[in-house]
């Protein structure tokens, strides 16, 4: 599979990347490479080989979920440095472009 050049442009404002020609070049010949190594895997026969998403059995380590009560809400603030409503208040992380 050949990749093109405005595909790699494509991927790249997806990411919200700003590429170099350089770079995209660059990028042009690593992503061909990995689509024609997947594209050779996919020639493999792999019929009756039963689908898998470890390569050995797993089983979760976790306890189970237990609904236990909340702590009260003035517990949790106590320590806050900014609270308002009672909620956490945190300074606004969203830049204006």
Avoid: W
Wanted: net charge negative; aromatic share 6%; charged share 30%.
């Amino acid at each position: 599979m050949k990749i093109t050049k405005q595909e790699v442009e494509h991927v790249a404002l997806l990411a919200r990347l700003r590429l170099t020609e350089e770079e995209k070049e660059l990028y042009l010949g690593q992503l061909d490479k990995i689509l024609s190594y997947v594209e050779k895997l996919s020639e493999l026969d792999t019929a009756g080989i039963e689908p898998t998403t470890h390569s050995f059995p797993i089983s979760n380590p976790y306890r189970e979920d237990v609904v236990k009560p909340s702590l009260p809400r003035d517990n949790v603030l106590q320590n806050a440095p900014q609270k308002e409503k009672g909620c956490f208040k945190v300074p606004r992380i969203i830049e204006d472009n």
